[in-house]
């Protein structure tokens, strides 16, 4: 069992930046894919980023290609999305979440079915 919990989110201006943090319980968060997926009201919950349970692979959604960062630390059971030049469509509740797979395949974690554990949510707000 794998427990998740974000933090880091709040309100910012558009092309500021926020990192946003993902501490996980359980002593096997190092084989775990983890990944970011976001929510803006009225929209369904869409993928953002994901990373390989080794940190070496890593898949961007168009969207934040370039200006969003993920990176984990299994060592602290962390996972930190770095988010820079953002703008007012980034504004969403964030979602952290993880699986258990050891594949390197990331760019094949996109669907939220593929993911058992996910995190409360945190709000990112962004004005224009």
């Known amino acids: 069992q794998v427990q998740l919990v974000e933090s880091g989110g709040g309100l910012v201006q558009a092309g500021g930046s926020l990192r946003l943090s993902c501490a996980a319980s359980g002593r096997t968060f190092r084989s775990y894919a983890m990944a970011w997926f976001r929510q803006a009201p009225g929209k369904e919950r869409e993928f953002v980023v994901a990373?390989?349970?080794?940190?070496?692979?890593?898949y961007y959604a168009d969207s934040v290609k370039g200006r969003f960062t993920i990176s984990r630390d299994n060592a602290k059971n962390t996972a930190t999305l770095q988010m820079s030049s953002l703008k007012p469509e980034d504004t969403a509740v964030y979602y952290c979440?993880?699986?258990?797979?050891?594949?390197?395949?990331?760019?094949?974690?996109?669907?939220?079915?593929?993911?058992?554990?996910w995190g409360q949510g945190t709000q990112v707000t962004v004005s224009s």
């Open positions: 979440a993880a699986t258990y797979t050891t594949t390197e395949v990331i760019s094949r974690m996109t669907r939220m079915l593929q993911y058992d554990y």
């Open positions: 990373i390989s349970w080794s940190g070496v692979s890593t």
